[in-house]
């Protein structure tokens, strides 16, 4: 029975650890979908100048953007864009902190000035999600081997005390 409790204990951590360490994999893949994003808004923007509503509403139909939870609530709600976007964008439980003030920016900037403008302070923001991911990107080639090895070493750890 005892080695049924430390063979689950095991298991637990494992699976914890990589929990951590997907974690991580996850803010890197969200902030290429950011990035992807920006630029499809920038790309659409200087092709055919849509009206913010229907930028949204594009880029909300777009497969590719469909994980994109502030998107899609933002999109929803068209008519009261840059408070929509704003609460959007702070109630999202996958962006971090620096990552909601990035795009809180983008939100800010749509709409508000003339195209030259607008693709401006866009590409500054695409400027910084790279930065983010860049950040992101090396945290998780340091850090994604190190969480799976402290979750399975400490559930091998509390193994051996209860045994």
């Not at 439980?93 to 000035?113: N, R, W």
């Amino acid at each position: 029975m005892k080695l049924l409790g430390a063979g689950l204990l095991l298991c637990t951590g494992l699976l914890a650890g990589c929990a951590a360490a997907r974690r991580l994999e996850q803010q890197v893949q969200l902030l290429r979908l950011l990035r992807q994003m920006l630029t499809a808004m920038m790309q659409t923007l200087q092709a055919t100048l849509p009206l913010t509503a229907d930028l949204l509403r594009m880029l909300a139909d777009t497969p590719a953007f469909a994980e994109l939870r502030f998107l899609q609530v933002a999109a929803g709600n068209p008519e009261n864009f840059p408070q929509c976007w704003l609460d959007a964008v702070r109630h999202d439980p996958a962006l971090t902190k620096d990552t909601a003030a990035v795009m809180e920016t983008v939100g800010q900037t749509l709409g508000s000035t003339a195209l030259d403008g607008q693709l401006a302070a866009l590409q500054l923001c695409l400027e910084r999600l790279g930065a983010l991911q860049a950040d992101a990107e090396n945290a998780a080639a340091k850090h994604c081997g190190l969480c799976r090895s402290m979750g399975i070493l400490s559930a091998l750890f509390l193994a051996i005390l209860l045994l």
